[in-house]
């Protein structure tokens, strides 16, 4: 084992600790990314490096794409704009046994068509269902499951701050993997709503069925849904149309959802301190991960680390789809312990060059770049609710006392059987993934 390679393990070893200490993420990975560096280097080049860095990062223009989607969603969840969503969708299904736990999942990815993060849409959509479920004679179990699971949809379903995250690493189109990522996200939400379908139907007390909606009912909620089809076509009509770019898209996206919400009476402001405030909450955070992850990386890139691994990586004697496999699998583990842009920051510059080296469906470097990133978002979702941290049943459970965390931890199991299948056919089946983005051209 070469001195650079043990340097780039001893790091990683520390993080974990630090991780285990509660220490916060950032600083988990900033600490042993300077002392790393002052281990291959020299405390001068350390503090010449310090001195740019931050400004570097934080000046990066592609970057404003993320608090700006962030404040949109900000915007979409003090709008009220997920009421109606779930009102109109339980209009149309909740007549069926789980009705009402499907509505849920509908709104939920139409919600994260305007929201981009899977905190946000679990935390919105439970605070409107979940009273409505509990109400109508859901099984605890079956509604906070539904909603940690319908959460993911934040993400798969584009604007998704990950992959925004992934494209700047990996310098990818963030068009072409909104795309890429659509298929996948209407396939997690027809899924998720099989799965419901089944679980109510082997199990008739977890769930109940509401009186069948009127035409002129369905017809109403409708209407109250137009702000958030109008935004969809209006920002994703316009990036993959290349009227304007993804970040001139954010920015027209936040302004209108800001409209939307004061059109409807209920962005008021106080909520709209509340919104101005959580996004720059969030950023910070975000951007204090970037600068963590930031110095790890460039400590890894002096050991020569990324290199060595995709050197090995490439020299194992098993198919590439397995070895692919593999990574997705220590994916699924590290999304035990962290939450999905910290898996990506500190991972991508180490595994990315080592796929791209791999032969893999006789993909063309872009198209192999893309189909590997909506890979990874679907696995980061399934760390987002699976035990034993599962970010996302946290959030729930916090709007749900009254049901234990260990009974939601048992009804996403049958979700994360759903995502497990899911991901299989992504893995072996790109087409899936790449279609839109090649009827893009």
Known sequence: MTFGLTVGLSMFAVMLVLMALRIPIAAAMFIPGMLGYLVMSDGLNLMNLLKGSAVARLTVYDLSVIPLFLLMGQFATQGGLSRELFRAAAAFVGHIRGGLAMASILSAGAFGAVCGSSVATSATITQVAYPQMRGHGYHGRLSTATLAAGGTLGILIPPSVPLV????????????????????????????????????????????????????????????????????????????????????????????????????????????????????????????????????????????????VASWMTTLDIPAVAIVLAILLFYVLLGCVMDELSMLLLTIPVIFPAVMGLDLFGLSPDLKAIWFGILVLVTVGIGLIAPPIGLNVYVVNNLAPDVPIADTYRGVLPFLAADFIRMVLLLFFPAISLYLVLQMG
């Open 165 to 308: 995250v992934y494209a700047i690493l990996t310098e990818q189109n963030i068009a072409k993997l909104f795309a890429a990522a659509m298929i996948p996200g209407i396939l997690a939400m027809l899924s998720y709503i099989v799965v419901i379908g089944v679980m109510a139907r082997i199990n008739p007390s977890l769930a109940t069925r509401q009186d069948r909606a009127s035409w002129a009912m369905r017809l109403s909620s409708l209407a109250g849904i137009w702000p958030v089809l109008t935004i969809f076509l209006i920002v994703f009509g316009g990036i993959y149309g290349g009227v304007f770019s993804p970040t001139e898209g954010a920015a027209i996206g936040a302004l209108s959802t800001f409209v939307a919400g004061v059109a409807k009476r209920e962005l008021t402001r106080e909520k709209l301190k509340s919104a101005l405030a959580g996004t720059a909450e969030t950023s910070a955070m975000v951007f204090m991960i970037f600068l963590g992850a930031d110095m790890m990386n460039t400590t890894l890139a002096l050991t020569q680390m990324p290199g060595q």
